[in-house]
């Protein structure tokens, strides 16, 4: 079992930066593929990246392809999720979530039996 907590969300302007981080506590954290998700108000819980259980591959949303960037570093048992070049669309509650041995393709809420408690990134015209 992981416990996820997020942070370093935020308000900024657009065409800014943000840096979210997930910080992972329980054992084997180097064994679980990560998603970053994110719920704008009155919408559904979106996809917006993944990277697999062993760091080496990531995959993207097409709304966010070429503005984020995902990482980990297991050693700090934390996942990164760089966003630049914000538009207000990206505002939401930014969530990450944890699944064991998962891959780059695992893109689906139900997929995930661990998320965290999110945070809120604001990107104002």
């Known amino acids: 079992q992981v416990q996820l907590v997020e942070s370093g969300g935020g308000s900024v302007q657009a065409g800014g930066s943000l840096r979210l981080s997930c910080a992972a506590s329980g054992r084997a954290f180097g064994t679980y593929g990560v998603g970053w998700f994110r719920q704008a108000p009155g919408k559904e819980r979106e996809f917006v990246a993944v990277i697999n259980w062993t760091g080496g591959r990531t995959s993207y949303a097409a709304s966010v392809e070429g503005r984020f960037t995902m990482s980990r570093d297991n050693a700090k048992n934390t996942v990164h999720l760089q966003m630049n070049i914000l538009k207000p669309e990206d505002t939401a509650v930014y969530y990450c979530?944890?699944?064991?041995?998962?891959?780059?393709?695992?893109?689906?809420?139900?997929?995930?039996?661990?998320w965290g408690q999110g945070t809120q990134v604001t990107v104002s015209s």
């Open positions: 979530a944890a699944a064991q041995y998962g891959d780059e393709w695992r893109k689906l809420v139900g997929q995930y039996p661990y």
